[in-house]
C-alpha cells in the first residue's frame, strides 16, 4: 500500500470521526482530582480549526480589554495563564476532601473554569473560594456538580 493511499484513508477515517479539535491557544487545562471516576469529562479548550478562526477576534479584544481598563499591567491577559496555572493546582489540591471528587481546571484570560463533580456542596464552594482568593485571578467560574447524575454543566469531551 502506498504512503499517500495510507495517508488518505487516514483522512478519510478521521473526517468520518469529526474535524479535528485541538488545543490551539495552548490553555492550561488539567485535571486537579479522579476520586469519582464515573464523571464526565469535559471538553476543555479545544477547537475545530473553523471554531478557531471565530475565536481569534475575540480573544484578542478580550485579551487587551483588561489592560486598557487598567485591571492587568501585561497588554494580554491571556499571558497570566500559563504562571498562574500551577499556583491554582496547589491551591485546589490543598482543599481537604478534593481527593474525593474529580475535578478539571481550564484558565484562560486569568479565568478560572472548575469542571466535574464534587460529592457536596460544601466541598465546591470551598474549591471556589481557594481559586478565587489568589493574586491575578480575575473570575472563578463554578461549573461543579454534586455526584455523577445528571447533565453535566459544561459541554462534553468527545471520547
Not at 491557544?25 to 471554531?51: K, N, R
Amino acid at each position: 500500500m502506498s504512503v499517500l493511499l495510507l495517508a488518505a484513508q487516514t483522512a478519510m477515517a478521521q473526517e468520518a470521526a469529526g474535524p479535528l479539535k485541538q488545543n490551539w491557544f495552548d490553555d492550561p487545562f488539567f485535571p486537579v482530582s479522579s476520586g469519582l471516576p464515573a464523571c464526565p469529562m469535559p471538553e476543555g479548550p479545544f477547537y475545530t480549526a473553523e471554531e478557531r478562526r471565530i475565536q481569534i477576534h475575540s480573544r484578542l479584544e478580550r485579551g487587551t480589554s483588561c489592560w486598557l481598563a487598567g485591571k492587568c499591567t501585561d497588554s494580554n491577559a491571556y499571558r497570566y495563564d500559563k504562571p498562574l496555572a500551577p499556583k491554582v493546582r496547589a491551591a485546589l489540591q490543598a482543599v481537604p476532601g478534593v481527593r474525593g471528587s474529580s475535578v478539571w481546571v481550564m484558565v484562560q484570560r486569568r479565568w478560572v473554569y472548575l469542571q466535574g463533580c464534587v460529592p457536596n456542596a460544601a466541598l465546591a464552594k470551598k474549591l471556589e473560594h481557594a481559586a478565587r482568593a489568589l493574586p491575578d485571578v480575575e473570575a472563578v467560574v463554578p461549573d461543579l456538580m454534586v455526584g455523577t447524575r445528571g447533565k453535566p454543566p459544561y459541554p462534553l469531551a468527545d471520547r
